[in-house]
């Protein structure tokens, strides 16, 4: 089991960037999958991006050459890089973890066991 927790969420100008991070417990970080989505009050939590066991990373079309995930297994940390936000982005944005990608994608909700409280990001015009 994992526990996360996200931060780094705060507000910003349309263009601008920010870098979430989520911080995993446990000494079994390095095996699971990770991913990244984001959701707005009424609406599904829609994915942004996926990284692998192997570093392999994923993107949504709408992020993607602009965002960048990353992983740190020695400080059991997931980062999202953010850049030339949008104010459609703002979202409250959740990191997630799971021993194995049950659609081999990592792109969909119930590929993940376990998720983070969420940061919230605002991205005023």
């Known amino acids: 089991q994992v526990q996360l927790v996200e931060s780094g969420g705060g507000l910003v100008q349309a263009g601008g960037s920010l870098r979430l991070s989520c911080a995993g417990s446990?000494?079994?970080?390095?095996?699971?999958?990770m991913g990244w989505f984001r959701q707005t009050p009424g609406k599904e939590r829609q994915f942004v991006a996926a990284?692998?066991?192997?570093?392999?990373?994923d993107y949504a079309d709408s992020v993607r050459g602009r965002f960048a995930i990353s992983r740190d297994n020695a400080k059991n940390t997931v980062y999202l890089e953010m850049n030339s936000l949008k104010p459609e982005e703002t979202a409250n944005y959740y990191c997630?973890?799971?021993?194995?990608?049950?659609?081999?994608?990592?792109?969909?909700?119930?590929?993940?066991?376990?998720w983070g409280q969420g940061t919230q990001v605002t991205v005023s015009s």
């Open positions: 997630a973890a799971a021993p194995s990608w049950r659609d081999g994608t990592g792109r969909l909700v119930r590929d993940y066991n376990y």
């Open positions: 446990g000494r079994t970080f390095s095996t699971y999958y």
């Open positions: 990284i692998s066991l192997a570093g392999r990373t």
